[in-house]
């Protein structure tokens, strides 16, 4: 599989997961698994691994990426982590308005927005994770949601920025559930995405932009999933922490 027109990116979400010494020994194991890869490759760890992370991979096809990030430039936030610090240590990615954030520490559509402009401003690239609940999906509003999402995010976003921007689409009931979207639920979704950033920034943008899907992929369905002309590749939770694993996904991106 290859959309010729925009890079498939395969990031692992670590999230509260490895010790920077456990970081540094799955990061041992991946650099082999992934090192045929023709899709790019991220891995996003907790902040107390982002050193190891980035030193352990120079020289390889592994970029790092951190798991959120605060809006501020600096100042009495304690306890956060501004863009500028994670652009010092050499991070290039990040990810914003991850469910577990919406959902356990009360992130709004609106701090999304601001979080992912202070990213963008400081340099990084940014994906940025939007998807319903069940109750949504029930409901029949998933693609209002997604939308109302995706637009608040990219509030003040310019176009030449959105080279940096990866739209993760990652149905809250998927994830960390074993319960993926079928490959026609995640494809209908970007599209709708993709479509909402052409009503945005025109064709242009909408056709360059990647968008992934997340949510339970793992080695067997990753396939089927990207083989999906508007799923450009995934954002992985679990799998990613077994090197086997995300590196038989980043194969099948490399297809
Ligand atoms: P799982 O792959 O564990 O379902 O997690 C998906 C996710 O939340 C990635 O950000």
Same mark, same amino acid.
């Given at each position: 599989?290859?959309?010729?027109?925009?890079?498939?990116?395969?990031?692992?979400?670590?999230?509260?997961?490895?010790?920077?010494?456990?970081?540094?020994?799955?990061?041992?194991?991946?650099?082999?698994?992934?090192?045929?890869?023709?899709?790019?490759?991220?891995?996003?760890?907790?902040?107390?691994?982002?050193?190891?992370?980035?030193?352990?991979?120079?020289?390889?096809?592994?970029?790092?990426?951190?798991?959120?990030?605060?809006?501020?430039?600096?100042?009495?936030?304690?306890?956060?982590?501004?863009?500028?610090?994670?652009?010092?240590?050499?991070?290039?990615?990040?990810?914003? /308005?991850? !469910?577990?954030?919406?959902?356990?520490?009360?992130? &709004?559509? #609106?701090? *999304?927005?601001?979080? %992912? =402009?202070? $990213? +963008?401003?400081?340099?990084?690239?940014?994906?940025?994770?939007? /998807?319903? !609940?069940?109750?949504?999906?029930?409901?029949?509003? &998933?693609? #209002?949601? *997604?939308?109302?999402? %995706? =637009?608040? $995010? +990219?509030?003040?976003?310019?176009?030449?920025?959105?080279?940096?921007?990866?739209?993760?689409?990652?149905?809250?009931?998927?994830?960390?559930?074993?319960?993926?979207?079928?490959?026609?639920?995640?494809?209908?979704?970007?599209?709708?995405?993709?479509?909402?950033?052409?009503?945005?920034?025109?064709?242009?943008?909408?056709?360059?932009?990647?968008?992934?899907?997340?949510?339970?992929?793992?080695?067997?369905?990753?396939?089927?999933?990207?083989?999906?002309?508007?799923?450009?590749?995934?954002?992985?939770?679990?799998?990613?922490?077994?090197?086997?694993?995300?590196?038989?996904?980043?194969?099948?991106?490399?297809?």
């Amino acid at each position: 599989m290859k959309k010729s027109a925009r890079k498939a990116i395969i990031a692992g979400n670590w999230k509260m997961n490895k010790t920077a010494t456990e970081a540094a020994q799955l990061i041992d194991e991946l650099i082999p698994a992934v090192a045929g890869a023709d899709c790019e490759v991220v891995i996003c760890t907790p902040f107390t691994s982002l050193v190891t992370a980035v030193e352990k991979t120079k020289g390889t096809n592994i970029h790092v990426g951190a798991e959120n990030v605060h809006f501020e430039k600096s100042g009495a936030f304690t306890g956060e982590i501004s863009a500028d610090m994670l652009v010092d240590l050499g991070v290039e990615y990040v990810i914003t /308005g991850h !469910s577990e954030r919406r959902q356990y520490f009360a992130e &709004t559509d #609106e701090t *999304v927005n601001k979080r %992912t =402009k202070a $990213a +963008l401003e400081a340099g990084l690239k940014v994906i940025v994770c939007v /998807g319903e !609940s069940l109750a949504q999906r029930e409901q029949g509003v &998933t693609e #209002e949601l *997604v939308r109302m999402q %995706t =637009k608040i $995010a +990219l509030q003040g976003v310019t176009a030449e920025e959105m080279s940096r921007v990866i739209i993760a689409y990652e149905p809250v009931w998927a994830i960390g559930t074993g319960r993926t979207a079928t490959a026609d639920q995640a494809q209908e979704v970007c599209v709708a995405i993709r479509k909402v950033i052409g009503e945005l920034y025109g064709e242009v943008v909408a056709e360059a932009t990647t968008v992934q899907y997340g949510g339970s992929m793992n080695a067997k369905n990753a396939d089927e999933l990207l083989g999906k002309l508007d799923v450009d590749g995934g954002l992985i939770g679990g799998a990613s922490l077994k090197a086997p694993d995300f590196g038989a996904i980043v194969a099948a991106a490399s297809k």
